[in-house]
């Protein structure tokens, strides 16, 4: 029905507002996030040496690789590496950042390279952590890496002998974008209850290696190859997550391809075996570094980086959920846009659940996609992933004098925890070469309300 004429003069207006809204949105700032950020805390410093590669000969003098958890008493622990003791280090500090014990070294190996440690806590056991971490071990391969892991009973105030998960030739930790690229990192380690603990990694080649324990991380099954068995469709950045039936859920998305999907294998067994894998949520253009988590009413949450040019283009962060245990998922949608500040790119996301439901995810924000990334941007939902936040840089998570984010050696890691009661820790460190390097933490607490789930 044609509009009558008392009406034309409202809706030009109506739409010189629409428009002027638009043209001046990237210029006003955007609604603050539900979250309330506590301050940061320094971890580890250190001098800013990175020299040419020559294998464990390297002289690395830097301090990288931070992860992170909460305890169920709010405290928090933080792992990371200095490059020039070539160690994982080990450290607890109390609900305000406070420490409370010296760095504790886990690896105890200055021989050989410790790199890109994950970190998850048994869930029914309190005080019990786990370790995993990939140790630069040449083994006559052409890449050297195996997965090392070390347990703690008392709350990391000692750990096990490091135990090898691998002791392969195959390069383990790498996640294969091409023959030339690649990201250090590509692991990841899951606990469930009654002392399972799972793991998962890439090797170079491409192959997808997943283990199990069934008391505690004492012992490992026999790894077996879940994916990536064709070097020419490499296997990279594997995600862990269980549920509380036994359910494991593993994801990774491939290299050596520009389309390539996130993909999903899930075990209803408590990883004895796993189901054919699916593409989640297919689209044109390349998924990578995807993210899982369970929310308290069972539901399995993604998160992962989507880019319409390829690897090496700009990427956005995308959210998509399922509620049918993995069998079929919402349509994903991007939840980093528009970018906080000057980003040019949002890459490499952290997700974060609580017990009420509420979701964290974090991403490393690139001001230039072609270069390392400096800052993090997060957002978060109140509802069970239903919606978001608008995306909002995380104050102090940029470092001093120019610095980009670390990790140096791949930017697969995990760096965002989450307690049940909304509490955030997110973890961040940087490198100014020739002057230093830092690790720090920032603390924060979500503010949006518990939806309906």
Not at 368 to 396: E, K, M, N, Q, W
């Amino acid at each position: 029905m044609p509009a009558s004429s008392s009406s034309l003069p409202a809706a030009r207006l109506l739409l010189a507002g629409a428009l002027l809204s638009t043209l001046l949105s990237p210029l006003l700032p955007a609604r603050a996030a539900p979250l309330v950020w506590e301050g940061s805390v320094g971890i580890a410093d250190g001098p800013g040496e990175k020299g040419p590669w020559q294998q464990n000969e390297s002289r690395y003098r830097y301090v990288d690789d931070p992860t992170i958890s909460i305890g169920p008493d709010g405290g928090i622990a933080v792992a990371w590496v200095d490059q020039a003791s070539k160690d994982v280090f080990f450290r607890r500090l109390g609900p305000d950042g406070r420490p409370l014990s010296a760095a504790l070294n886990v690896s105890r190996s200055g021989d050989t390279f410790s790199w890109l440690p994950r970190m998850e806590r048994a869930p029914d056991a309190q005080g019990t952590v786990y370790l995993l971490w990939q140790e630069i071990i040449f083994s006559g391969g052409s890449h050297g890496g195996d997965m090392l892991f070390a347990r703690s009973g008392d709350d990391g105030r000692s750990f096990s002998p490091p135990l090898n998960l691998s002791a392969s030739v195959g390069g383990d930790g790498k996640g294969r974008i091409n023959a030339k690229t690649w990201h250090n990192g590509s692991q990841d380690l899951a606990a469930g209850p009654g002392g399972e603990v799972y793991a998962a990694w890439t090797e170079y080649d491409g192959a997808l290696w997943f283990t199990r324990s069934a008391d505690g991380g004492k012992t490992f099954s026999r790894p077996r190859v879940v994916a990536g068995e064709d070097p020419a469709r490499p296997a990279r950045a594997p995600s862990l997550a269980v549920g509380r039936d036994r359910t494991v859920y593993l994801a990774w998305t491939h290299g050596e391809d520009a389309g390539a999907d996130i993909h999903l294998a899930v075990s209803r067994d408590g990883g004895e075996a796993f189901g054919k894998p699916v593409a989640v949520a297919p689209a044109d253009g390349y998924a990578d570094a995807p993210k899982l988590g369970i929310g308290p009413d069972g539901a399995l949450h993604l998160a992962y980086a989507q880019s319409d040019g390829g690897p090496f283009g700009r990427f956005r962060i995308n959210y998509t959920r399922s509620d049918d245990g993995g069998r079929s998922f919402a349509p994903a949608r991007d939840v980093s846009s528009p970018l906080p500040g000057r980003a040019d790119s949002a890459r490499f996301p952290y997700l974060a659940i609580d017990a009420a439901g509420r979701l964290a995810i974090a991403y490393e924000l690139f001001p230039d996609h072609r270069r390392d990334p400096r800052g993090l941007g997060v957002t978060v939902s109140g509802d069970g992933g239903r919606s978001f936040s608008p995306p909002s840089a995380i104050p102090d998570s940029t470092g001093p004098a120019g610095g980009t984010n670390g990790s140096h050696q791949g930017w697969l890691m995990e760096k965002l925890a989450m307690d049940d009661k909304g509490r955030l820790v997110i973890v961040n460190s940087t490198l100014v070469q020739d002057r230093l390097s830092r690790v720090w933490l920032m603390r924060g607490k979500s503010a949006a309300p518990a939806g309906p789930r």
